[in-house]
Structure formats: structure tokens, C-alpha cells
Antibody
Framework: VQLQESGPGLVKPSETLSLSCTVS????????WSWLRQPPGKRMEWIGY???????TYNPSLESRVTMSVDTSKNTFSLRLNSVTIADTAVYYC?????WGQGILVTVSS | DTVMTQIPLSLSVTPGQPASISCKSS???????????LYWYVQKPGQAPQLLMN???SRFSGVPDRFSGSGSGTDFTLKISRVEAEDVGIYFC????????FGLGTRLEIK
């Protein structure tokens, strides 16, 4: 299974961060699909996961700002994080936890 | 949230020598279903994180048998019996009880 994140690398404060993850080499029905992030110099943080059925579970620390969705017909799942601040600058990863994408750096800056 | 504390934060090892990384959790990772939700990953330079160990001690597909995991409750250890040059990277533990949390990571370098 391979995963690839895509989306803008720069987002303005107060706007919405939107990322997509394309899954290849396996069925999306096999796993829960996670988003994680690692701010510079800090530990990895789990944002949440989505089941292929659409059921979501989010980290309580981010739950009020996070929305995840899945499109099994396109083998993709997505993350939206609204009202971003500089503290949301991080490398964002999509993963099944068994398999991870390479990560995408998203910088929040005006 | 469960806090994961890794020791050491960095490790320099001669090829062929063993290495050991400790991960301690602030709460027991033994779930009511009988499983212990502790995982180990490595992120090699320029690569995506890779799963090494499931549920404390089950090596993931393709992981060499020089890697082993042990522990229970709140104390866990990842051991490499004979370090090779390709093992360079950042090793981190993850606990899988909601919400999922991670250790800070241990940087392994070769002497």
C-alpha cells in the first residue's frame, strides 16, 4: 500500500488547510485512514482517522476544527482544518498506521 | 492523554553492536480486550515512517529478526541485536488507545 499527500504548502492564518491523500496498491476497505502531523522540533501528533464507511474519530484537542472525508471511488481521503494559526505549521502525514505517506510541509503564514 | 517518554533521545552505536530504546507510558496500554497497544516505528532519512512492531512484539512484514520488542503495562523496549548502517533513523513509539500519542523519538546514528 502506498499513500501520497497533496495540497497547498502555504496557508494564511484564519483560513482552512485542505489536504488529500491518494491510496494505491490496496483496498481502502482494509484499514482506518489517519491524518497525523509533526510540528518542527515536536513530537508526532495524531489528528484523527476515518473508516471507509465514513465513520470518523478525532483527537479531542483538534476536534472542533477538523473534518475528514473519504471517497472510496477515487481511493482518496481528505483533511480540512479550519481557522489555522502559526501553530498549525507542520509536516502533515496520511497513513493507515501500517503504511505512511512521505508527508507534506504546510506552513501557515501571511 | 497518555504521555509517552522515550529514553535515550539519541544513540550512537558501532555496527554489529546492540542497541536498546525504552518507551514508558503514563497509563497502562493493556486494553480490556487483552491486547497491548504499543507500536514502534522508524523514520529513515528522506523516507516515510515505517512500522516495525505491532502490539509490543509482533514484527511487521519484512522487518528483520534482529529487531525485537518487549514489555508490558507501561514499560516497553525495542532492541536491535546487531546494528547495521541501514538502521540509521529516528525511532519512535506510539500508543494506540484513544487519543493516539507518540514518543518524542530516538535518533540512532552509526559510530
Amino acid at each position: 500500500v502506498q499513500l501520497q499527500e497533496s495540497g497547498p504548502g502555504l496557508v494564511k492564518p484564519s483560513e482552512t488547510l485542505s489536504l488529500s491523500c491518494t491510496v494505491s496498491g490496496g483496498s481502502m476497505s482494509s484499514y482506518y485512514w489517519s491524518w497525523l502531523r509533526q510540528p518542527p522540533g515536536k513530537r508526532m501528533e495524531w489528528i484523527g482517522y476515518i473508516h471507509y464507511s465514513g465513520t470518523t474519530t478525532y483527537n479531542p484537542s483538534l476536534e472542533s476544527r477538523v473534518t475528514m472525508s473519504v471517497d472510496t471511488s477515487k481511493n482518496t481521503f481528505s483533511l480540512r482544518l479550519n481557522s489555522v494559526t502559526i501553530a498549525d505549521t507542520a509536516v502533515y502525514y496520511c497513513a493507515s498506521l501500517n503504511y505512511w505517506g512521505q508527508g507534506i510541509l504546510v506552513t501557515v503564514s501571511s | 492523554d497518555t504521555v509517552m517518554t522515550q529514553i535515550p533521545l539519541s544513540l550512537s552505536v558501532t555496527p554489529g553492536q546492540p542497541a536498546s530504546i525504552s518507551c514508558k507510558s503514563s497509563h497502562s496500554l493493556l486494553h480490556s480486550d487483552g491486547k497491548t497497544y504499543l507500536y514502534w516505528y522508524v523514520q529513515k532519512p528522506g523516507q516515510a515512517p515505517q512500522l516495525l512492531m505491532n502490539e509490543v512484539s509482533s514484527r511487521f512484514s519484512g522487518v528483520p529478526d534482529r529487531f525485537s520488542g518487549s514489555g508490558s503495562g507501561t514499560d516497553f523496549t525495542l532492541k536491535i541485536s546487531r546494528v547495521e548502517a541501514e538502521d540509521v533513523g529516528i525511532y519512535f513509539c506510539m500508543q494506540g488507545i484513544h487519543p493516539i500519542t507518540f514518543g518524542l523519538g530516538t535518533r540512532l546514528e552509526i559510530k
